[in-house]
């Protein structure tokens, strides 16, 4: 039996918005915004261009980026497509040519324009913001102006393949690293490992063997290591031609965690393996020494299937945000130092949420500070993040955030009040949709203490869609 699945990913705050804008001035409704605060937030997700064929799945349409700009106390926004072929190619059209299903194929003269959504992340790195999904490699857009510059941007003709959404950029190196799994093409279990300097010039384009094609959506990195985990969700061209789900969940898979120096050939990959689970984002990975040993901790929000695929038999369960498909903050450790190829879990904390982020001075390093965004109020299909946690890992203790059912949250972003400041001191900014008003808010949080509510509330012109990442890059 096939499920009908992405009628509620149309509705509401998931509804596309149909106008890019540029709105100078923005009304500050609450508080005030910090004047050491300067520089853009970035966000972006998905947004159709034009309806669906049939059945809709939330990852895989346009792209759309949003850019709040704020300097000495005031703020200014503008929002633009992400101009792929895909765009251009359905513009020129004036209709919809590339389907947004997972079960059903794009109308036959749509099947000669190349996927590519560009919808996922949005980052700066040498000097480009790069829009990034994990099934091509990234578009580049102008930092100030958003407008498309590269549609298909392959730093420099030296990148060949799909590259993540979710890069790690190492604070003290300045190196943003980066895999792509299906990197021979479509149903392969080859995975190129990647490393680009502060510049943007690609340093490192190494590929190696998985077991299996995996849906990998994130990775982790340490000082010393990288990590690449391969849950139970796998792409399969048998399955599909058998009638099967291309993408799906297969607990028979189980899980299995490549570890690598980071700097050291793939050659020295070795490999763990543990129970059927999954995980869409990382927290925080860091290499610890103890007593002698060696240990690789990679800290993940657990859920136990892939959220939005379907199983292997076909069947997509519906989208609920609870205990169910939240992911749970756990830490999986490695001993690199014995021979066994297991490793251990320890949950972090009993609120389950997704989105998470560290203070990005601290990517691949020991750390304290976590933010994630979390649900306490009733979920259901199409339900969103109602709350924004702070957690502190040393302690334990953790600060919630919530405003009522009608407001909900994207993903936190934590930017620290200056270089010197201790880890987890600064500002933490988020849109925030309100459904009483239809209207999206840029709001900023002080860390140090998030109960006390925002120290400043900014009007958008316009709500943002329910989207996926994004980040903050100081000017």
Same mark, same amino acid.
């Given at each position: 039996?096939?499920?009908?699945?992405?009628?509620?990913?149309?509705?509401?705050?998931?509804?596309?918005?149909?106008?890019? &804008?540029?709105?100078?001035?923005?009304?500050?409704?609450?508080?005030?915004?910090?004047?050491?605060?300067?520089?853009?937030?970035?966000?972006?997700?998905?947004?159709?261009?034009?309806?669906?064929?049939?059945?809709?799945?939330?990852?895989?349409?346009?792209?759309?980026? =949003?850019?709040?700009?704020?300097?000495?106390?005031?703020?200014?926004?503008?929002?633009?497509?992400?101009?792929?072929?895909? +765009?251009?190619?359905?513009?020129?059209?004036?209709?919809?040519?590339?389907?947004?299903?997972?079960?059903?194929?794009?109308?036959?003269?749509?099947?000669?324009?190349?996927? =590519?959504?560009?919808?996922?992340?949005?980052?700066?790195?040498?000097?480009?913001?790069?829009?990034?999904?994990?099934? &091509?490699?990234?578009?580049?857009?102008?930092?100030? /102006? #958003?407008?498309?510059?590269?549609?298909?941007?392959?730093?420099?003709?030296?990148?060949?393949?799909?590259?993540?959404?979710?890069?790690?950029?190492?604070?003290?190196?300045?190196?943003?690293?980066?895999?792509?799994?299906?990197?021979?093409?479509? %149903?392969?279990?080859?995975?190129?490992?990647?490393? *680009?300097?502060?510049?943007?010039?690609?340093?490192?384009?190494?590929?190696?063997?998985?077991?299996? &094609?995996?849906?990998? =959506?994130?990775?982790? *990195?340490?000082?010393?290591?990288?990590?690449?985990?391969?849950?139970?969700?796998? *792409?399969?061209?048998?399955?599909?031609?058998? %009638?099967?789900?291309?993408?799906?969940?297969?607990?028979?898979?189980?899980? =299995?965690?490549?570890?690598?120096?980071?700097?050291?050939? /793939?050659?020295?990959?070795?490999?763990?393996?543990?129970?059927?689970?999954?995980?869409?984002?990382?927290?925080?990975?860091?290499?610890?020494?103890?007593?002698?040993?060696?240990?690789?901790?990679?800290?993940?929000?657990?859920?136990?299937?892939?959220?939005?695929?379907?199983?292997?038999?076909?069947?997509?369960?519906?989208?609920?945000?609870?205990?169910?498909?939240?992911?749970?903050?756990?830490?999986?450790?490695?001993?690199?130092?014995?021979?066994?190829?297991? +490793? /251990?879990?320890?949950?972090?904390?009993?609120?389950?949420?997704?989105? &998470?982020?560290?203070?990005?001075?601290?990517?691949?390093?020991?750390?304290?500070?976590?933010?994630?965004?979390?649900?306490?109020?009733?979920?259901?299909?199409?339900?969103?993040?109602?709350?924004?946690?702070?957690?502190?890992?040393?302690?334990?203790?953790?600060?919630? +955030?919530?405003?009522?059912?009608?407001?909900?949250?994207?993903?936190? *972003?934590?930017?620290?009040?200056?270089?010197?400041?201790?880890?987890?001191?600064?500002?933490? #900014?988020?849109?925030?949709?309100?459904?009483?008003?239809?209207?999206?808010?840029?709001?900023?949080?002080?860390?140090?203490?998030?109960?006390?509510?925002?120290?400043?509330?900014?009007?958008?012109?316009?709500?943002?869609?329910?989207?996926?990442?994004?980040?903050?890059?100081?000017?």
């Amino acid at each position: 039996m096939k499920a009908q699945f992405g009628a509620h990913l149309l509705d509401g705050n998931f509804a596309p918005i149909s106008a890019e &804008c540029t709105a100078p001035e923005l009304h500050v409704r609450e508080g005030k915004i910090p004047e050491t605060l300067r520089g853009t937030l970035y966000r972006n997700g998905t947004n159709p261009m034009y309806p669906p064929l049939g059945d809709h799945h939330w990852f895989l349409s346009e792209g759309m980026v =949003h850019g709040i700009h704020i300097e000495n106390g005031r703020a200014a926004y503008r929002n633009r497509w992400v101009r792929t072929g895909q +765009y251009e190619a359905q513009r020129r059209a004036g209709r919809r040519l590339v389907s947004t299903s997972l079960s059903e194929p794009s109308p036959p003269e749509g099947e000669g324009v190349r996927r =590519h959504f560009a919808a996922t992340h949005a980052l700066v790195h040498g000097g480009r913001l790069l829009a990034l999904d994990e099934w &091509c490699g990234p578009a580049a857009l102008d930092p100030e /102006t #958003l407008e498309t510059t590269i549609a298909d941007y392959d730093f420099d003709g030296l990148h060949v393949g799909a590259f993540t959404a979710h890069p790690k950029v190492d604070y003290q190196t300045g190196e943003m690293l980066g895999y792509g799994y299906q990197a021979d093409g479509i %149903g392969s279990s080859t995975i190129s490992y990647s490393i *680009i300097d502060r510049t943007g010039r690609l340093t490192r384009h190494d590929r190696f063997q998985a077991p299996f &094609c995996p849906i990998m =959506h994130d990775f982790g *990195i340490t000082k010393e290591h990288v990590i690449f985990p391969l849950f139970s969700a796998d *792409i399969n061209l048998e399955r599909a031609a058998n %009638g099967g789900p291309l993408a799906a969940y297969d607990p028979s898979i189980g899980t =299995h965690f490549g570890i690598m120096p980071r700097n050291g050939s /793939t050659d020295l990959m070795r490999w763990f393996h543990g129970e059927p689970t999954y995980a869409y984002h990382t927290m925080n990975s860091y290499t610890e020494r103890r007593d002698g040993r060696e240990i690789v901790h990679l800290d993940m929000m657990k859920t136990p299937f892939v959220p939005l695929f379907p199983k292997e038999d076909g069947i997509i369960a519906e989208w609920v945000q609870g205990e169910e498909t939240n992911g749970l903050l756990v830490r999986w450790s490695f001993d690199l130092s014995g021979n066994l190829d297991t +490793y /251990t879990e320890t949950i972090l904390t009993d609120l389950t949420g997704d989105f &998470c982020m560290v203070d990005p001075r601290f990517v691949g390093l020991p750390y304290r500070h976590g933010f994630y965004a979390a649900q306490k109020g009733h979920g259901g299909p199409g339900a969103f993040f109602d709350t924004i946690s702070h957690i502190d890992l040393e302690t334990g203790d953790r600060r919630d +955030y919530h405003e009522g059912a009608h407001v909900t949250f994207l993903e936190p *972003i934590m930017v620290p009040r200056s270089e010197a400041a201790p880890e987890g001191d600064g500002w933490l #900014l988020t849109l925030a949709y309100d459904a009483t008003r239809n209207l999206s808010d840029l709001i900023i949080f002080d860390t140090r203490d998030i109960l006390a509510g925002p120290v400043a509330r900014v009007e958008l012109p316009t709500r943002v869609p329910y989207g996926f990442h994004g980040s903050w890059h100081a000017q």
